[in-house]
Nanobody
Framework: EVQLVESGGDVVQPGGSLRLSCAAS????????MRWVRQAPGKELEWVSS????????EYVDSVKGRFTISRNNAENTLYLQLNSLKTEDTAMYYC???????RGQGTQVTVSS
């Protein structure tokens, strides 16, 4: 059974930082491209970032380029998203997903507010 468990969300002030984690199990994580998506209140799901299976290729939506960094540790079956210079518009539920199947976890809430 595929399991994706996100953690690390919190309430932070604008300009702050967070590190999100996604613990994966039930599939061969080291062979799976992964991505982070987010959903803000009242808005559609938005793709944020993707990473290939080896971690050597990454992509980002324009709105987070230079501020967010996706990474992975295949030895520990964990996906990460480092969020820096957070803005109020980054407030959302963040989910990790298996790129090719769309399976996602329960999400972790990031709230950016002064």
């Amino acid at each position: 059974e595929v399991q994706l468990v996100e953690s690390g969300g919190d309430v932070v002030q604008p300009g702050g930082s967070l590190r999100l984690s996604c613990a994966a199990s039930g599939f061969t994580f080291s062979r799976a491209a992964m991505r982070w998506v987010r959903q803000a209140p009242g808005k559609e799901l938005e793709w944020v970032s993707s990473i290939d299976a080896s971690g050597g290729y990454t992509e980002y939506v324009d709105s987070v380029k230079g501020r967010f960094t996706i990474s992975r540790n295949n030895a520990e079956n964990t996906l990460y998203l480092q969020l820096n210079s957070l803005k109020t518009e980054d407030t959302a539920m963040y989910y990790c997903e298996i790129f090719h199947t769309g399976e996602r976890g329960q999400g972790t809430q990031v709230t950016v507010s002064s």
